[in-house]
């Protein structure tokens, strides 16, 4: 059964909201200013905590931003209620880190709503934990760092990024290490043209800015979501700490950094030396070797060009081109390999 704190100094609509969740079968806390509510949250552990905005001595932000500097309670849920309508009050409370927020009054269902989409999302997030944690363990079996790496992702919480949404920038400072838990993000570089050329592509379970935590540099380059999708951010200091501590949570961060590398280097060679063709079929391998789907992909042209380094309209008729030679067939965005055999022995 899943425990629910709520801190609301109103009385009567304290009441009210946990008769409601009661009767839905939660387990309910209940806490009249936002001390006691923070003393109730580092006691029992809720899995999700409702908290007012607007009470007296300690507010919703301080009640957050205390248990969020705990590492014992910085992973709950965490939703806002607010009788203020206003957006700046909504914005900060995401911008801190929240999980939601809900306007008072609200009624019976959109408060069910809210708490199960949430306690969803959180089944959710063990699972793609669950699956990481086994995937350290599998390089790492060996290290006594992997406990505390394990734990390090397991108090992190995951945040939710948009397509289009800009994870990073050029020139922005790193806090830490990004670990992709689910979707896709590409990094790419400007020129002093505005022409993009694309660096890499992420998946689930891949670490970004790798680079730029190990020199303690700012980023080189713009990390951008190509789809909805979820992350987690390990913080700087404890990812290095471990890295000092152990060397075989070092050797596995170095390894992945030797593989970015060895991967850039390829594709510098291949801008050099390959023909438009063979670099758009090499690119278009790599895609779908990434790719959870099988022979299958999507990418928008634009992405192609800047991944392969080729002019859109280059990358239209070749794409025509191997769709005529049934190396590949493509509706819209996407693309399914028919050929890879053929597409990865392209003559240069």
Do not use: W
């Not at 003393?39 to 007012?52: E, G, R, V």
Request: with cysteine.
């Amino acid at each position: 059964m899943n425990t629910i704190l709520i801190i609301e100094d109103n009385t009567i609509l304290r009441k009210i909201t946990a008769r409601i969740l009661s009767l839905a079968g939660y387990n309910i806390l209940e806490a009249g200013n936002g001390r006691i509510g923070v003393n109730l949250a580092m006691q029992y552990k809720p899995d999700l905590i409702l908290c007012d905005i607007m009470m007296p001595g300690l507010d919703g932000y301080g009640v957050f931003n205390q248990l969020s500097q705990n590492a014992e309670t910085a992973h709950i849920l965490f939703i806002f209620l607010t009788a203020k309508a206003e957006r700046n009050d909504f914005r900060k409370g995401m911008d801190m880190g929240a999980d939601d927020y809900l306007t008072k009054p609200f009624e019976k269902k959109e408060l069910l709503n809210a708490v199960e989409s949430h306690l969803a999302k959180k089944q959710k997030r063990e699972a793609f934990y669950s699956r990481q944690l086994q995937s350290l363990e599998t390089l790492a079996a060996n290290s006594k760092g992997v406990d505390e790496l394990k734990q390090l992702i397991a108090r992190r919480k995951i945040k939710p990024i948009e397509k289009k949404q800009i994870l990073y920038d050029d020139g922005d400072q790193p806090h830490g290490l990004y670990l992709l838990l689910q979707g896709s993000v590409r990094t790419y570089k400007m020129d002093e043209n505005g022409r993009e050329l694309m660096m890499n592509l992420y998946h689930a379970d891949d670490y970004l800015g790798i680079h730029a935590l190990l020199l303690n540099e700012p980023y080189t380059e713009i990390a951008e979501a190509l789809e909805d999708s979820s992350i987690c951010l390990l913080p700087k200091d404890a990812i290095i700490d471990l890295m000092n501590h152990y060397p075989d949570v070092s050797a596995h961060f170095i390894r992945i950094l030797a593989n970015n590398i060895k991967e850039k280097e390829d594709h510098l060679f291949q801008l050099a030396y390959h023909s438009v063709r063979k670099r758009l079929a090499q690119t278009l391998v790599k895609l779908n070797n990434q790719s959870p789907s099988v022979d299958q992909f999507r990418i928008s042209r634009d992405e192609l060009a800047a991944m392969a380094g080729i002019a859109m309209e280059t990358v239209s008729r070749t794409l025509s081109d191997f769709k005529d030679e049934k190396l590949i067939e493509k509706k819209g965005s996407h693309i399914s390999i028919l050929d890879l055999t053929r597409l990865a022995g392209m003559k240069n």
